[in-house]
């Protein structure tokens, strides 16, 4: 019902900033969904970043991410974003954007998401 294409990976020096964004293709006005951000590094599980409720009202962030990472979106152009700063290289990782079809966001890791990209690889190396 839903698709979702990450872009905006690569690789970038410690301390540095990226911006990540992600297009979803559905038919519904985009503040059905609440989005969420994710990320996965070899070896390790896929832990939650950060999530966004459908109109923008409220969001959240995981520990490592608070003070670092910012989310936003334009339900009109139908993008979610994640505005990383201060970028370190445990940050390495694919990263995830993903929806749910209820519209905040729950807890637990996956903040309830069902709707998942592809990913998109940020590489945070000197």
Do not use: H
């Not at 503040?31 to 599980?45: N, T, V």
């Not at 290289?89 to 209820?102: F, N, S, W």
């Not at 709707?115 to 000197?126: D, I, R």
């Amino acid at each position: 019902q839903l698709q979702l294409v990450e872009s905006g990976g690569g690789l970038v020096q410690p301390g540095g900033s990226l911006r990540l964004s992600c297009a979803v293709d559905g038919s519904r006005r985009l503040d059905y969904y609440a989005l969420g951000w994710f990320r996965q590094a070899p070896g390790k599980e896929r832990e939650g970043i950060s999530c966004i409720s459908n109109s923008g009202g409220s969001a959240n962030y995981s520990d490592s991410a608070k003070g670092r990472f910012t989310i936003s979106r334009d339900n009109a152009k139908k993008m979610v974003y994640l505005q990383m700063d201060n970028l370190k290289p445990e940050d390495t990782a694919v990263y995830y954007c993903a929806a749910d079809g209820g519209g905040i966001c729950l807890p637990g890791w996956d903040y309830g998401m069902v709707y998942w990209g592809k990913g998109t690889l940020v590489t945070v190396s000197a």
